[in-house]
Antibody, heavy 119, light 111 residues
């Protein structure tokens, strides 16, 4: 059974950076794309980017280009999402999600990590 | 890349059907058969309900069905049950520039 376990809640100052982890168990970590999706309070889902661990290649939504970095450590089956130059609008729950088998649909989700940006 | 457009709300009585639309463009919904639907209960992570327009993952009841016509995809929930009350989001592949886009979300209420 595939499980994604994310790191705990964070409180950050505007202008700083945050790095959220997502540790996978069950299944073959390297073979499946992991995406990061965020949800601001009371708002909808927003795709941020993805990584293909076996290739080490990451792609990002245009909105986050230059501000987000997604990486993966195959030795620990952990994906990371780092967001820099934080502002209050980045306050959200950040989810990692793994594709079901391939394509662009996510059958496995982490529990979410609340990142609060506040001075 | 703009979010796909969904109605803010939909409702139905137990046993009835409700259909949610998801409107995009020829660059996303209309251009690919990579539309998926997610159910999200308050405080929980989303759950995949439909993928590749009309396929159901293992364990998802056949009361949930998906379709697509042109730039609009639809999710139908038949035989509404109390536990179907949740937020629903569509998603689509959006090409090599933006890759993936979600809908604005629809709150389904079971009356």
């Amino acid at each position: 059974q595939v499980q994604l376990v994310q790191s705990g809640a964070e409180v950050k100052k505007p202008g700083s950076s945050v790095k959220v982890s997502c540790k996978a168990s069950g299944g073959t970590f390297s073979s499946y794309t992991i995406s990061w999706v965020r949800q601001a309070p009371g708002q909808g889902l927003e795709w941020m980017g993805r990584i293909i661990p076996i290739l080490g290649i990451a792609n990002y939504a245009q909105k986050f280009q230059g501000r987000v970095t997604i990486t993966a450590d195959k030795s620990t089956s952990t994906a990371y999402m780092e967001l820099s130059s934080l502002r209050s609008e980045d306050t959200a729950v950040y989810y990692c999600a793994r594709v079901l088998s391939s394509g662009w649909y996510y059958g496995y989700w982490g529990q979410g990590t609340l990142v609060t940006v506040s001075s | 890349q703009s979010a796909l457009t969904q109605p803010p709300s939909a409702s139905g009585s137990p046993g009835q059907s409700v259909t949610i639309s998801c409107t995009g463009t020829s660059s996303d919904v209309g251009g690919y058969n990579y539309v998926s639907w997610y159910q999200q209960h308050p405080g929980k992570a989303p759950k995949l309900m439909i993928y590749e327009v009309s396929k159901r993952p293992s364990g998802v009841p056949d009361r949930f069905s998906g379709s697509k016509s042109g730039n609009t995809a639809s999710l139908t929930v038949s035989g509404l049950q109390a536990e179907d009350e949740a937020d629903y989001y569509c998603s689509s592949y959006a090409g090599s520039n933006n890759l993936n886009v979600f809908g604005t979300g629809t709150k389904v209420t079971v009356l």
